[in-house]
């Protein structure tokens, strides 16, 4: 959404977009080079800086194919403080390849999680050494254009459509609305419960999709909270104050639902891929002594919880709970979109060649 201190910043954001529409021009008409692979890759992205929920949605596919398929995940590895191509093994840590890909390298321990900053030259190194790989899953991928997948799936937030939206620094996105006809599944996220039919149709007008392209609706669901160390589920009931410790892009659903759930929370609110430091662990544990109560915890994101892990000592004593969140498809769209997927890596066959 363009705000209205932004529009200061709005002949930037003409410089920047004419660069990023140049830049994918040189692509299309393949003067800069990408390369496929005769291999099922399924990219998850966004046209937005953050927030639209891609993580949860390669969760959600990670859940969905591994039961039949060995699949891997490459991302960049975000903030991590290493470079180059790295598989995640029992001593990684979230500085070795970033806080989403550890999040995921913790909750499925069975399957392969890579990092690098180059895909083009991760794909292959990956399929080098785990070569029973079927399926690679690329997190946050769409503007990376070098490696073109074979399905792209495109994730947009309700409460800021691409549609509505400016490119950087007028507004969040980071590439151009036209680079969304590139996608071959365009997902609505973080759709309020109660969305209609109405303006599930008025939203489809707005986007207006490609003869190919298909439309789905998800909405969050918030999972029972877990203790970040035992992992003992806890009910929160609605006398209990929560501290609400938060670093990523978009808090605004999650603290919507405290809304609902609590009498009351506080939040402290740090930046998107905040790496915690000891100073940060005296204001949060500041914080929460403050609060006079018996009845009160310490409530984060998973991806945040990865990075406060370090402090195992100083925490362990401290009732903190991590705060699991999935996609859930709407109106009886589940299997359709289950059977997308399905379909596309069934195209491959099983013994996979590079092109």
Same mark, same amino acid.
């Given at each position: 959404?363009?705000? %209205?201190?932004?529009?200061?910043?709005?002949?930037?954001?003409?410089?920047?977009?004419?660069?990023?529409? /140049?830049?994918?021009?040189?692509?299309?008409?393949?003067?800069?080079?990408?390369?496929?692979?005769?291999?099922?890759?399924?990219?998850?992205?966004?046209?937005?800086?953050?927030?639209?929920? &891609?993580?949860?949605?390669?969760?959600?596919?990670?859940?969905?194919?591994?039961?039949?398929?060995?699949?891997?995940?490459?991302?960049?590895?975000?903030?991590?403080?290493?470079?180059?191509?790295?598989?995640?093994?029992?001593?990684?840590? !979230?500085? @070795?390849?970033?806080?989403?890909?550890?999040?995921?390298?913790?909750?499925?321990?069975?399957?392969?999680?890579?990092?690098?900053?180059?895909?083009?030259?991760?794909?292959?190194?990956?399929?080098?050494?785990?070569?029973?790989?079927?399926?690679?899953?690329?997190?946050?991928?769409?503007?990376?254009?070098?490696?073109? !997948?074979?399905?792209?799936?495109? /994730?947009?937030? *309700?409460?800021?459509?691409?549609?509505?939206?400016?490119?950087?620094?007028?507004?969040?996105?980071?590439?151009?609305? %036209?680079?969304? +006809?590139?996608?071959?599944?365009?997902?609505?996220?973080?759709?309020?419960?109660?969305? %209609?039919?109405?303006?599930?149709?008025?939203?489809? =007008?707005?986007?207006?999709?490609?003869?190919?392209?298909?439309?789905?609706? =998800?909405?969050?669901?918030?999972? +029972?909270?877990?203790?970040?160390?035992?992992?003992?589920? /806890?009910?929160?009931?609605?006398?209990?104050?929560?501290?609400?410790?938060?670093?990523? !892009?978009?808090?605004?659903?999650?603290?919507? *639902?405290?809304?609902?759930?609590? @009498?009351?929370?506080?939040?402290?609110? *740090?930046?998107?891929?905040?790496?915690?430091? %000891?100073?940060?662990? +005296?204001?949060?544990?500041?914080?929460?002594?403050?609060?006079?109560?018996?009845?009160?915890?310490?409530?984060?994101?998973?991806?945040?919880?990865?990075?406060?892990?370090?402090?195992?000592?100083?925490?362990? &004593?401290?009732?903190? *709970?991590?705060?699991?969140?999935?996609?859930?498809?709407?109106?009886?769209?589940?299997?359709?979109?289950?059977?997308?997927?399905?379909?596309?890596?069934?195209?491959?066959?099983?013994?996979?060649?590079?092109?």
């Amino acid at each position: 959404m363009l705000k %209205s201190f932004r529009y200061l910043f709005f002949p930037l954001a003409l410089i920047y977009n004419g660069v990023i529409w /140049l830049r994918n021009i040189l692509y299309d008409k393949n003067i800069l080079k990408s390369v496929s692979f005769n291999f099922p890759l399924i990219c998850i992205g966004n046209l937005a800086t953050g927030g639209t929920g &891609k993580t949860p949605m390669v969760e959600y596919l990670i859940r969905f194919l591994k039961p039949n398929y060995k699949i891997a995940t490459l991302s960049r590895g975000y903030k991590r403080k290493t470079t180059g191509f790295a598989i995640a093994d029992k001593n990684t840590t !979230a500085l @070795d390849i970033g806080d989403e890909p550890m999040q995921l390298h913790q909750k499925f321990k069975d399957i392969l999680i890579a990092v690098c900053e180059e895909r083009i030259e991760a794909v292959p190194q990956l399929l080098q050494q785990k070569p029973d790989t079927e399926v690679i899953i690329l997190d946050d991928a769409f503007q990376h254009r070098q490696v073109r !997948a074979g399905m792209n799936i495109l /994730l947009t937030e *309700y409460a800021n459509l691409y549609t509505r939206d400016f490119i950087l620094p007028a507004g969040d996105l980071r590439d151009v609305q %036209s680079s969304s +006809k590139r996608a071959d599944i365009i997902i609505i996220t973080k759709c309020k419960a109660d969305l %209609s039919e109405t303006e599930k149709i008025s939203i489809i =007008t707005e986007i207006r999709p490609l003869a190919n392209q298909v439309i789905f609706f =998800t909405t969050l669901i918030y999972g +029972k909270p877990f203790h970040l160390f035992t992992k003992d589920e /806890l009910i929160i009931e609605q006398d209990c104050e929560i501290l609400l410790v938060c670093g990523i !892009a978009n808090p605004r659903p999650l603290k919507d *639902y405290l809304t609902k759930l609590v @009498d009351t929370y506080e939040m402290i609110r *740090y930046a998107d891929h905040h790496i915690f430091h %000891s100073n940060d662990l +005296k204001e949060i544990k500041h914080q929460f002594d403050k609060i006079k109560t018996l009845k009160k915890i310490i409530l984060t994101t998973e991806k945040d919880a990865v990075r406060l892990q370090k402090f195992s000592l100083e925490l362990k &004593k401290i009732p903190i *709970y991590v705060i699991p969140i999935e996609h859930r498809f709407m109106f009886n769209e589940t299997e359709k979109f289950n059977t997308a997927i399905t379909t596309f890596v069934n195209k491959f066959s099983m013994h996979h060649n590079l092109i």
